[in-house]
């Protein structure tokens, strides 16, 4: 059975930085195309930033410059480095793998990123 579980949440004062971790169970990270999104009160869940299993990356415009997705296949884990976090950027935060050529997605509990001062 596959899990993710993310970490490194919190409350942080605009400007400042946070790095979530994500850590998969169950399978093998290196086939998975690997994503962050976050869903803010009353938002629809939004892509952050992806990456794929060859470490192509993607994000989205506003996160483009501030945020670094990274992935470690040995350790099971992908990083999202987040920097000069502005109060929009407040959300719950969630995981994702997935393999779109077999239907396959899973998802994270989610990790709550506050930014206010």
């Known amino acids: 059975q596959v899990q993710l579980v993310e970490s490194g949440g919190g409350l942080v004062q605009p400007g400042g930085s946070l790095r979530l971790s994500c850590e998969l169970s169950?399978?093998?990270?290196?086939?998975?195309?690997m994503g962050w999104y976050r869903q803010a009160p009353g938002k629809q869940r939004e892509l952050v930033a992806a990456?794929?299993?060859?470490?192509?990356?993607n994000y989205a415009d506003s996160v483009k410059g501030r945020c670094t997705i990274s992935r470690d296949n040995a350790k099971k884990a992908v990083y999202l480095q987040m920097n000069s976090l502005k109060p929009e950027d407040t959300a719950v935060y969630y995981c994702?793998?997935?393999?779109?050529?077999?239907?396959?997605?899973?998802w994270g509990q989610g990790t709550q990123v506050t930014v206010s001062s």
């Open positions: 994702n793998a997935n393999l779109p050529t077999y239907g396959v997605n899973y």
């Open positions: 169950g399978s093998f990270l290196s086939i998975y195309l």
């Open positions: 990456i794929s299993s060859g470490g192509t990356t």
